[in-house]
Nanobody, 129 residues
Framework: QVQLVESGGGLVQAGGSLRLSCAASIRTYSNYTMGWFRQAPGKEREFVAAISWSGDSTYYADSLKGRFTISRDNAKNTVYLQMNSLKPEDTAVYYC??????????????????????WGQGTQVTVSS
């Protein structure tokens, strides 16, 4: 049974920062690659960032490198997304998810091969100009 609960969203001015959290109710959380995704109004959900099961490796959408940082605390079953220099185009509902296949090999960050857990409700991030 996998349950993911996102929090930390809100309204922020352009240039501001937010830190999102995702609490995972997963028995073997530390085995799973975790990722953040977002969905803007009228658009498809898109990949934001991923972090390996150990936390040693990270991977980002090209357009977000340098502004967003993903991290995890396996002792707390929580993954974080630090977002800096926010822009109005970052406005979206942000979701976390896991690759529940426990795959740790090369290409671990390729979401087209992930076995996703159930999606949570997400957390709304609104960036005003």
């Amino acid at each position: 049974q996998v349950q993911l609960v996102e929090s930390g969203g809100g309204l922020v001015q352009a240039g501001g920062s937010l830190r999102l959290s995702c609490a995972a109710s997963i028995r073997t959380y530390s085995n799973y690659t975790m990722g953040w995704f977002r969905q803007a109004p009228g658009k498809e959900r898109e990949f934001v960032a991923a972090i390996s099961w150990s936390g040693d490796s990270t991977y980002y959408a090209d357009s977000l490198k340098g502004r967003f940082t993903i991290s995890r605390d396996n002792a707390k079953n929580t993954v974080y997304l630090q977002m800096n220099s926010l822009k109005p185009e970052d406005t979206a509902v942000y979701y976390c998810n896991a690759d529940v296949s426990s795959y740790h090999g090369s290409g671990w960050f390729l979401i087209n091969r992930w076995h996703f857990g159930p999606w949570g409700q997400g957390t709304q991030v609104t960036v005003s100009s």
